[in-house]
């Protein structure tokens, strides 16, 4: 079956399983030795529809996470859209995918998922911490919540309600509490957060180059590695399985 897939998370995580993908988007870039040769249509929130036809897929993956509903109701092709927004739907699409594509290592992935869920929820360790690349300042005090931050100018962190918020849970972090249906919600400042740790992720923002920046704002906190809690699939469950022992 030829796929092309909008979801980078999905386009990793296929080719692993030996699933042919033959369109994705220009931040699919795992696995780098993979992709190299298959064509880019777009990327999460733009695809060009001609690129997709003149390639014959015989699905287009989605996600509802990843990409808008436009996209889906644009398709010219037979598409798939997952939902993946907790460890526990990530379990559910992966057996969803398994069956789809009659294919026995999404299948087993699928089971490593259920494993990770059924793992006791460790003791979070502020001093070490999962995913950690390096300190922004090494924290003055001992914090009782996570804020893990997507974004600056504005400000954005996750919810618990995101597939990352889960992950983070799933560590043993307790992570900030906002409104319901707030995802991804959009803040001030992020001084005002006292009782908890600042966690910045590698990506989408590059808080890794901009430590100094951070630094003289009076921030304190971690840099982590954004692709082992966003990434669902293949790369996600691997770095649970690591730190959790399984």
Known sequence: MRIVSMVPSWTETLL???????????????PPKMITNIPIVGGTKDVNWDLVVDI???????????????????????????HVNSLETLQKELVR??????????????????????APVPKWDPKRIPGFMEWVKTPS??????LYLIWKKPWMAVSRET?????????????VEFPAGEKYPVLDEVTEFKKALLLFSSEP????????????EGLEGAIV??????????????????????
């Open 56 to 82: 014959k897929p015989d699905l287009v993956l989605l996600d509802q996470e990843e990409n808008p509903l436009e996209m889906a109701e644009e398709c010219p092709a037979p598409y798939l859209a997952t």
């Open 16 to 30: 692993k399983a030996g699933i042919q993908v033959v369109g994705r988007t220009r931040f699919c870039i795992h």
């Open 141 to 146: 005090q001992e914090y009782e919540e996570v």
């Open 205 to 216: 923002f590059p808080f890794q180059k901009k430590i100094a920046e951070l630094k003289s």
């Open 163 to 175: 597939y990352i918020g889960s992950v983070l849970e799933k560590l043993g972090a307790k992570v």
């Open 97 to 118: 995918l398994g069956e789809e594509f009659r294919n026995p290592q999404l299948m087993e992935l699928a089971v490593t998922a259920l494993d990770i869920l059924e």
């Open 225 to 246: 590695n954004g692709e082992s809690f966003s990434w669902f699939g293949t790369r996600s469950l691997e770095f649970l399985k690591t730190e959790l022992g399984l």
